[in-house]
């Protein structure tokens, strides 16, 4: 048995867009602590090199002030960053951490690793490595423990947890927000103080983190209430409520859970044609005051949810969340004489309507890799300039073959066949005479409305455009 020592490593990204299947990682910063938080080793700052097919979002630079030109200049190639990652920060019982990361850093980190020839899911679990999320966790402190810690407010009065307000109103050293190495020293402080404050709740948010932790508590064998914190519940109930398993969720690894402050009579009586009509309704018409949502969600066991029993739920907390657990227990002896978890079953089968992408750069989750391939994998990997124009994987998952390209043209272009670059650069011209019109008039936005201090990094995306772009676009 491998003996290890268990470290976090906190870190953030900052991207040239929101989409991790066509933007990419601009920054990667990271700092290992123990399990006391206390920072072990020196921090990680890296900047990633844009390949000349990204034309990145200009809201997302206006944001960063990370421009393209500074990612040629001092950045790392992503082969080159990847190996950085497995050497200094991939150590064996590390938890890796970040906040909001589960749904954007990691998919981020899935993706780069993809286009890369790793496996993109190992590097959380393997040698003992996990993952976890701070945000869920500041959310559920917030609604059940917020003792000791100062919860700031928006402009509206409104309840918020950005990072850099929660640093401001607990005199928490943030000396640059959305400078990735910034963000997460001032993260390893809020941790630490909430772990100093309400360790009991940290401690077992963390001891839980794991899916087959969460599946014991959400599971529909015997299906219990449980308290759920998510960003899905709304900031006026400080995002928690209490929750039941009703129905298997559509992918594997997950439960529908019915949010139980909602009486299932008004659903109950539905078809599931109607049920499915009221899931499917477009985003415009949801912003309607008449508009009532299905009280459901899909609970992924594997996405650190901050879950925890009802008896958490002291008399403070219930009158903080407007929980009346009378209400919850009545509604859940309609939930059970009902059918409603049957038809939602039926709901969350049957396929969803959206297209599967045709570029090979966003089939991250079409299927996982086999493991012939991965060993064809590591050989890719460990190649050089000159190996890759002479080696030819037979690689029997049909995405390998064309990434394998894009893979050299991005970071080894002398490796490329003539053919080779004839195909690349159909394919970069394509998508850089695509994504130009979308560009152009988001940089006009951002002119408009920016200050004198952004004039640099908008030139610098003029003039980025300009360098890239084919010459008949």
Same mark, same amino acid.
């Given at each position: 048995?491998?003996?290890?020592?268990?470290?976090?490593?906190?870190?953030?990204?900052?991207?040239?867009?929101?989409?991790?299947?066509?933007?990419?990682?601009?920054?990667?910063?990271?700092?290992?602590?123990?399990?006391?938080?206390?920072?072990?080793?020196?921090?990680?700052?890296?900047?990633?090199?844009?390949?000349?097919?990204?034309?990145?979002?200009?809201?997302?630079?206006?944001?960063?002030?990370?421009?393209?030109?500074?990612?040629?200049?001092?950045?790392?190639?992503?082969?080159?960053?990847?190996?950085?990652?497995?050497?200094?920060?991939?150590?064996?019982?590390?938890?890796?951490?970040?906040?909001?990361?589960?749904?954007?850093?990691?998919?981020?980190?899935?993706?780069?690793?993809?286009?890369?020839?790793?496996?993109?899911?190992?590097?959380?679990?393997?040698?003992?490595?996990?993952?976890?999320?701070?945000?869920?966790?500041?959310?559920?402190?917030?609604?059940?423990?917020?003792?000791?810690?100062?919860?700031?407010?928006?402009?509206?009065?409104?309840?918020?947890?950005?990072?850099?307000?929660?640093?401001?109103?607990?005199?928490?050293?943030?000396?640059?927000?959305?400078?990735?190495?910034?963000?997460?020293?001032?993260?390893?402080?809020?941790?630490?103080?909430?772990?100093?404050?309400?360790?009991?709740?940290?401690?077992?948010?963390?001891?839980?983190?794991?899916?087959?932790?969460?599946?014991?508590?959400?599971?529909?064998?015997?299906?219990?209430?449980?308290?759920?914190?998510?960003?899905?519940?709304?900031?006026?109930?400080?995002?928690?409520?209490?929750?039941?398993?009703?129905?298997?969720?559509?992918?594997?690894?997950?439960?529908?859970?019915?949010?139980?402050?909602?009486?299932?009579?008004?659903?109950?009586?539905?078809?599931?044609?109607?049920?499915?009509?009221?899931?499917?309704?477009?985003?415009?018409?949801?912003?309607?005051?008449?508009?009532?949502?299905?009280?459901?969600?899909?609970?992924?066991?594997?996405?650190?949810?901050?879950?925890?029993?009802?008896? *958490?739920?002291? &008399? !403070?907390?219930?009158?903080?969340?407007?929980? #009346?657990? %009378?209400?919850?227990? $009545?509604? +859940?002896?309609? =939930?059970?004489?009902?059918?409603?978890?049957?038809?939602?079953?039926?709901?969350?089968?049957?396929?969803?309507?959206?297209?599967?992408?045709?570029?090979?750069?966003?089939?991250?989750?079409?299927?996982?890799?086999?493991?012939?391939?991965?060993?064809?994998?590591?050989? *890719?990997?460990? &190649? !050089?300039?000159?190996?890759?124009?002479?080696? #030819?994987? %037979?690689?029997?998952? $049909?995405? +390998?073959?064309? =990434?394998?390209?894009?893979?050299?043209?991005?970071?080894?272009?002398?490796?490329?066949?003539?053919?080779?670059?004839?195909?690349?650069?159909?394919?970069?011209?394509?998508?850089?005479?695509?994504?130009?019109?979308?560009?152009?008039?988001?940089?006009?936005?951002?002119?408009?409305?920016?200050?004198?201090?952004?004039?640099?990094?908008?030139?610098?995306?003029?003039?980025?455009?300009?360098?890239?772009?084919?010459?008949?676009?």
């Amino acid at each position: 048995m491998q003996h290890f020592t268990p470290t976090f490593f906190f870190y953030d990204l900052e991207t040239s867009g929101f989409d991790p299947k066509s933007q990419r990682i601009m920054q990667f910063a990271g700092q290992r602590t123990n399990l006391d938080l206390t920072p072990v080793g020196e921090p990680v700052n890296l900047l990633v090199s844009l390949t000349d097919e990204v034309l990145p979002d200009p809201s997302a630079i206006m944001v960063t002030g990370i421009t393209p030109q500074k990612t040629r200049a001092e950045g790392y190639l992503e082969p080159e960053f990847l190996k950085q990652l497995y050497d200094q920060v991939l150590t064996p019982g590390t938890t890796i951490l970040g906040f909001n990361s589960v749904r954007f850093d990691d998919e981020f980190m899935r993706y780069t690793l993809y286009r890369n020839f790793y496996d993109p899911y190992e590097w959380q679990w393997q040698d003992g490595r996990s993952r976890w999320d701070m945000l869920d966790v500041v959310r559920m402190t917030r609604a059940l423990r917020p003792t000791g810690i100062e919860w700031p407010v928006d402009a509206d009065g409104q309840s918020t947890n950005r990072l850099e307000l929660l640093a401001k109103a607990n005199s928490l050293q943030h000396t640059s927000a959305h400078d990735a190495l910034s963000d997460v020293q001032v993260l390893i402080d809020l941790a630490r103080l909430i772990k100093t404050k309400q360790p009991k709740l940290f401690d077992y948010l963390y001891s839980n983190r794991a899916k087959s932790n969460v599946a014991k508590l959400a599971n529909l064998d015997d299906p219990q209430p449980f308290v759920y914190t998510s960003g899905r519940y709304s900031k006026d109930i400080l995002h928690t409520t209490v929750a039941v398993p009703i129905a298997p969720g559509g992918r594997p690894g997950s439960v529908v859970v019915y949010d139980l402050r909602h009486d299932p009579d008004l659903w109950a009586n539905k078809s599931t044609k109607e049920l499915l009509a009221i899931r499917q309704t477009p985003y415009e018409e949801r912003k309607s005051p008449s508009f009532v949502p299905l009280p459901v969600k899909e609970l992924a066991f594997n996405k650190c949810p901050a879950v925890a029993p009802l008896g *958490v739920l002291d &008399a !403070d907390a219930q009158s903080r969340l407007a929980l #009346n657990l %009378e209400d919850i227990k $009545k509604n +859940l002896a309609k =939930l059970s004489k009902s059918n409603l978890g049957q038809k939602l079953q039926e709901l969350f089968a049957m396929p969803n309507d959206y297209a599967k992408t045709t570029d090979v750069d966003g089939q991250l989750y079409d299927g996982f890799v086999a493991e012939g391939d991965k060993t064809k994998m590591r050989i *890719v990997r460990a &190649a !050089d300039e000159l190996g890759l124009s002479s080696i #030819n994987p %037979e690689f029997t998952d $049909k995405r +390998l073959k064309e =990434l394998l390209l894009r893979y050299k043209a991005r970071n080894y272009p002398k490796s490329l066949s003539s053919a080779d670059q004839s195909q690349w650069d159909m394919y970069r011209n394509e998508r850089l005479k695509s994504s130009l019109p979308g560009y152009v008039r988001e940089l006009a936005k951002q002119a408009a409305v920016q200050g004198t201090d952004k004039q640099f990094a908008l030139e610098e995306l003029r003039l980025w455009a300009e360098s890239i772009m084919p010459a008949d676009a």
